[in-house]
């Protein structure tokens, strides 16, 4: 099975800290994202990379920057924290071509979730 | 872009009946994935249903099926014989095909809140 482990799954920042954000995935896939998910928003990309430090800006960049140094691991970095991030986030990853879909036919696997306070 | 709307924020139904979740997307693209996810309390995204669009018909997966109107660019999810089980947030989600820049992309709703009452 697919694991997409996200390190933290509860954290409380004071405003100001640098909060990392750790995401490890198992199946060599070359796209890794950070979503971040707020009640009637839904899920909002916030950075994607698909490739070993390659990063891309998803819908709401501001205020996180990321790191992939290695190709399982994508971290989400709020270099300095505000309440308006608190939020759930999301990790996933997927493999590059729809000719790797998994017999499920799903595309994109998914972590537990981090909530993180902000206060 | 694209976007993906989801008007009904909560649903509600009995146990064995039927409930149907809307779901509308905006695209300039002619080939493209949508899904239907759900995440249950323990916030674990567990994909429900997987439409082409390229294929007309509607998938079905158990209980679960989709109405697919891509001329109106509508996908809703019809849940058959609801059980307590399908108590969760179920997202709609649009990816463009992986062979374009899409890198797997996936753009979501905003959510349906199913509750299954007993």
């Known amino acids: 099975d697919v694991k997409v482990t996200q390190s933290s799954r509860y954290l409380v920042k004071r405003t100001g800290e640098k909060v990392f954000l750790e995401c490890v995935q198992d199946m060599d896939h070359e796209n890794m994202f950070w979503y971040r998910q707020d009640p009637g928003l839904g899920l909002r990309l916030i950075y994607f990379?698909?490739?070993?430090?390659?990063?891309e800006k998803g819908d709401i960049p501001e205020g996180y920057s990321v790191s992939r140094e290695k190709k399982e691991r994508f971290s989400l970095i709020l270099e300095s924290a505000s309440t308006n991030q608190t939020s759930m986030y999301l990790c996933?990853?997927?493999?590059?071509?729809?000719?790797?879909?998994?017999?499920?036919?799903?595309?994109?696997?998914f972590g537990e979730g981090s909530w993180l306070t902000v206060v | 872009a694209q976007t993906v709307t989801q008007s009904q924020p909560e649903m509600s139904v009995q146990e064995a009946e039927t409930v149907t979740l809307s779901c509308t997307y905006d695209t300039s693209e002619s080939n493209y994935y949508l899904f239907w996810y759900k995440q249950p309390p323990s916030r674990q995204m567990i994909l429900v249903i997987r439409?082409?669009?390229?294929?007309?018909q509607n998938a079905t997966e158990n209980r679960f099926s989709v109405n697919f109107q891509k001329a109106a660019k509508s996908f809703s999810l019809k849940i058959s014989d609801s059980q307590l089980g399908d108590t969760a947030m179920y997202f709609c989600a649009f990816i463009m095909n992986a062979g374009g820049t899409s890198y797997g992309k996936l753009t979501f709703g905003q959510g349906t809140i199913l509750t299954v009452h007993p």
């Open positions: 439409q082409e669009a390229y294929k007309q």
């Open positions: 990379s698909y490739d070993v430090k390659m990063k």
């Open positions: 996933a990853s997927s493999p590059l071509g729809e000719d790797r879909v998994g017999p499920s036919g799903n595309t994109i696997y």
